[in-house]
């Protein structure tokens, strides 16, 4: 993959060829993204640039399927509004949609536990209903743990705290162990980590990047109650989702361990200088995985949805 450049220059140029009624207004850079670069433009939408991405694809999953599904979801979401067709200035694929207000998480801090974790619990209750035939199936994630043991110990080897080590290894050991899920595929946004959250007045205000939608096992998701939440939460947002069985709550803690080494070894990279490290995501991956192996969370008689 190689990078391209892309500058406000760039944008506005790609607005006034294809729609010049947005070219006027403000362009501003949202730092961050990998995948996909963020401009700000004006106050109420962004352009979202492929860049990284080989292919339009996870952009082409949004405009398809955001519009079907924000109207239901009690957060905001970004709904795509204007499409940008590659071109001899730019050859990817490019969409402006509506701009989510708050902070990403992992520029931000939550500190209405309580409240937030209410909040993502409402949230994936509502998203994790029986996806159609039609929706996509992942293709590098919704696995069950034990068909992602190699990247997990690749972050493992890389990355696992000494002091945690063997319980961090017996948390995905359990995971591996647990029964797979035996529900419908259900909605899954896929990609709940601190950058793809909004935070706003201590708690959570929006949810961005539904590049890896799919439909799955919503344990996927329900990591984020020990990625995302603070210490202490995700007993509440168990007991507020209630929807999730004791298997599936193994599943997504394991999943959880190996989210947080992910966020250490980025960290990790970023300390480093390497290409898409990102050196604060090092510290709120290892808070992450501290959650993970201190929160001992059992369900029972919950049914798959």
Known sequence: MTEIEITAELVRELLQEQHPDLAGLTIREVPGGWGNQMWRLGDELAVRMQRMDPTGELQFKE????????????????????????????????????WVPGEPLDHGVISRGV????????????????????APIA???????????AGFENFFQAVAPADIAAEVRAVWDDAVAAPAWEGPPLWVHGDLYPANVVVADGTLAGIVDFGDLFAGDPAWDLAAAWVLLP?????????????????????ARGLAAMKSLFLMLMGQNGDRGLPGGKPHWGPAGRAALDRVVRDQITRGGASPV
């Open 139 to 149: 293709t590098d994630r919704g696995a069950h743990p034990r068909n992602c043991t």
């Open 231 to 251: 210490t202490g939460a995700a007993s509440r947002f168990f007991d507020t989702y209630a929807q999730a069985d004791e298997a599936t709550i193994r599943r």
């Open 63 to 98: 405009r398809r399927w955001l519009p079907v599904l924000a109207p239901r979801l009690p957060l905001p979401v970004p709904a795509p509004v204007r499409y940008g067709a590659p071109s001899e200035r730019f050859a990817k694929h490019w969409t402006v949609m509506t």
């Open 115 to 134: 409240h937030a974790a209410d909040t993502l619990a409402g949230f994936l209750r509502a998203l994790h209903v029986a996806a159609p035939t039609e």
